[in-house]
């Protein structure tokens, strides 16, 4: 079982930035993929941006250029770096987890943008 616990969303105005923080409860290196997802009400969840433990990247065409997903493998932690954020930005991110055939997810956490 791995545990994902977010931090780092709150609010902010357009064109600010935040940094979104993702630890789990077990060595990084043993993750294959981490990444990030956001979920609107009534939408399905999406995928925002995905690293893989070879440090190779993967980013929604809405958000690249704007924010960058890294890792810190000492600190077992992924980190969603959002900047010139948008109020469409606005939505709850979720971090996920890949090990072999499972998926964990985090609790998740609110960004909200104001125009």
């Known amino acids: 079982q791995v545990q994902l616990v977010e931090s780092g969303g709150g609010l902010v105005q357009a064109g600010g930035s935040l940094r979104l923080s993702c630890t789990t409860s077990t060595d990084i290196l043993r993750l294959n993929t981490m990444g990030w997802y956001r979920q609107g009400p009534g939408k399905q969840r999406q995928l925002v941006a995905t690293i893989t433990s070879g440090g190779n990247t993967k980013y929604a065409y809405s958000v690249e250029g704007r924010f960058t997903i890294s890792r810190d493998n000492a600190k077992n932690t992924v980190f969603l770096q959002m900047n010139n954020l948008k109020p469409e930005d606005t939505v709850v991110y979720y971090c996920?987890?890949?090990?072999?055939?499972?998926?964990?997810w985090g609790q998740g956490t609110q960004v909200t943008v104001s125009s």
């Open positions: 996920r987890a890949d090990v072999g055939l499972d998926t964990y």
